[in-house]
């Protein structure tokens, strides 16, 4: 045990918490995940529609939605983590998963709850791509990563039937493009001679 390595608290910490939110949704047979870990459309004096708002990213509907999402956080967050922090990454993470709460609040239709990590898998996808920003240049990967991934989501939200998870995706890595501009805004000036 003493060569093993908590290389990543953030990281770890959130992939442990959704895995126990997982766990007590199979225990409670889903009733925990409609009580506090999916947003949906609910009353203004709903006492837990707000915590909803950022507790979603927690929830997942079943193990392969919970491996999908992080098979990739556990990829490409401890990296994340290393460069910009973990408190960074905790604020970045907070913030994604309250803005695509509550655009899920706002466009979906009633009924419709929204849950898991995915809006978050897309920041950090976006934000990864700005990790080797070089002064006065524009890396190619990143405009590789803009297009092949904002582009899927969007033909995915244009064509299919599921397109509130596609503009989740979407807002999600947007905010992680924006992150990553503001994060970097010192690596985007006139390259040094």
Not at 43 to 55: G, W
Request: proline share 4%.
């Amino acid at each position: 045990m003493k060569r093993l390595d908590f290389n990543s608290p953030v990281i770890l910490s959130f992939a442990g918490i959704c895995f126990l939110v997982l766990v007590l949704s199979w225990i409670t047979n889903g009733a925990s995940n409609r009580l506090l870990f999916s947003v949906y459309h609910s009353p203004l004096n709903d006492p837990f529609m707000y915590p909803r708002l950022f507790f979603h990213a927690l929830g997942h509907a079943n193990l392969a939605h919970y491996i999908n999402n992080f098979m990739l956080i556990l990829l490409i967050g401890p990296m994340l983590e290393e460069r910009y922090g973990g408190q960074s990454l905790i604020v970045m993470m907070i913030i994604t998963a309250f803005i695509t709460g509550i655009l899920h609040v706002i466009i979906s239709p009633i009924g419709v709850g929204k849950l898991g990590a995915s809006g978050i898998v897309f920041m950090l996808i976006l934000l990864a791509s700005f990790t080797n920003l070089k002064r006065g240049r524009i890396p190619i990967t990143l405009i590789l990563i803009l297009v092949i991934y904002i582009g899927r989501e969007i033909h995915g939200a244009v064509t299919l039937d599921n397109n509130i998870a596609y503009m989740t995706h979407i807002v999600g890595g947007l905010c992680g493009a924006l992150f990553g501009f503001v994060l970097n805004k010192d690596t985007w000036g006139e390259e040094a001679v």
